[in-house]
Every structure is written in structure tokens, then in C-alpha cells.
């Protein structure tokens, strides 16, 4: 029978090299014509939204399929951490996840079971029909999926912060990442994550000292560069949907006098 080999995933290891600067794009359009041609312009991750974007699972599917190939690692973040959803990702092929709204130690130890098969987690056993396990071809993949599956969790609320050290010290998971749009508007500060970078740089060295790699989103140079200074190592440097507002403002902009 003809095997094919378990993709290897690159962000999983590209993440924990030091001094790494991954610069990412938030996909949020749900299209799969979008996201290839942000995977040929050469983003080094690209996150496709299924919390805020128009996503479900076959939307999620195409786009893994548009980025097949490319050197950019496809991240998928799901509407809501939950055991069910992230099992329909992982068959989808994802092999990378970003799991929202993350506020206590017991919700990242259910993130961390979600992802693995019996008996560390509870992912249920489908791989032979799916593409994660490219439907049977992969040999041993129920063995091994767990190698290249990068989970990551996201903190954005006071409750998250308040349970940082807890959260970044539950074993099994690849890193953090700190959103700051939510953070913000939980710490009383909506649409004005300036007001919050204490806390964010608060929640990088409490993540750093646990050892867990560090992501976030800025979308201005500035911010960005702050925050690979401070140690992250990959970072949401724009959005599909802003890039497109702010190209097409310009290009009018162009024609008024």
C-alpha cells in the first residue's frame, strides 16, 4: 500500500529558535483566492479566522487546500476552544491551532487533552477517513500526529491575566498568545490597546519565564518591532481586511482633487 509521509510543521519548530521574528497576516475574508495570494507574496504564518471571520468548516478546508505547497504555515483559529471543534480542525489537516479565549488552567488542560489522542487527551479517533491523516495513507499516524500538532492559546481578558503563571505552566502546549484588542476592552480600555502595553509586557516575561513561546498582533511597525523586542517570536503584523480598506482609500484618494 502506498504511504505518504506525516507533513512536518515547520512554525512548531521556527517559534522556539532564538531570536525569531515570524511576521503574520490575519485572514479574515474567508477566501481561498485571498489567503493564496497572501501565501505567494510570503507571509510566514497566516491565521485564518474562524472566530470573527466568516468561516465554517469547508471555507477552512478550502483554504488549507489554496495554501498547500507554499512556504507559509496555515494557523487556524477556531470560534471557540471547545474539544469538538478542535478535533473537526485537526482532520481538516491543520496542524497548527490558535485556541481563543483561554482564562484558567483548567481550560488549557482541556486544550491540551482536545489535541491528543487516547490515552493523554481525548481527540476523537478519525484520521483514517480525514485529511489529517491523508485518509489512511499516513502510516502510524494516531502514533505520531501529537509531533507536529503546535497548539497554541490565547489569552485576552483580566481573568486570563490574573491566571497567566497557572495557564503558562500547564505542560503539553507550544506558547501564548496575547491578544490585545480583547484585553484591552476587558481591562477597561476598548479600542485602545496603547493603554494596556504594561500589561502586555507583564504577560510576556510571566510567559518567558515559564518557557513558552510568545505570540501577538500589532498592526503598526512600531508596535510590532516593540514586541519582538520584548520576545515574541511571532507576530500578526496586518490584516487582509485592513490592507484592503486602507489600498482601496489610497487608490481613490489618488483621483480627488
Known sequence: MTSVALPRNEFKVAIRQPGARLKGLWVAMGSATSIEIAAEVGYDWLLIDGEHGPNDLNTVLDQLRAVHGYPTVPVVRPPHADPVLVKQVLDLGAQTLL?????????????????????????????????????????????????????????????????????????????????????????????????????????????????????????????????????????????????????LQAELAAYEE
Not at 120 to 148: F, H, Q, T
Not at 228 to 234: K, P, Q, R, T, V
Open 99 to 247: 485556541l481563543p479565549m483561554i482564562n484558567t488552567r483548567e481550560e488549557a488542560e482541556l486544550m491540551v487533552r482536545a489535541v491528543n489522542y487516547a490515552p493523554e487527551g481525548i481527540r476523537g479517533v478519525g484520521g483514517v477517513i480525514a485529511r489529517s491523516g491523508r485518509w489512511g495513507l499516513i502510516p502510524n499516524y494516531m502514533r505520531d500526529a501529537k509531533n507536529e500538532i503546535c497548539t497554541i492559546l490565547q489569552i485576552e481578558s483580566e481573568e486570563g491575566l490574573n491566571n497567566i503563571d497557572e495557564i503558562a505552566a500547564v505542560p503539553g502546549y507550544d506558547a501564548i498568545f496575547i491578544g490585545p484588542a480583547d484585553l484591552s476592552a476587558s481591562l477597561g480600555h476598548p479600542d485602545d490597546a496603547a493603554a494596556i502595553q504594561d500589561k502586555v509586557r507583564y504577560a510576556f516575561e510571566r510567559i518567558k519565564a515559564h518557557g513558552k513561546a510568545i505570540g501577538s498582533l500589532a498592526w503598526d511597525p512600531a508596535t510590532a518591532k516593540r514586541y519582538f523586542d520584548w520576545g515574541a517570536s511571532f507576530v500578526a503584523v496586518a490584516g487582509d481586511t485592513d490592507v484592503l480598506v486602507r489600498g
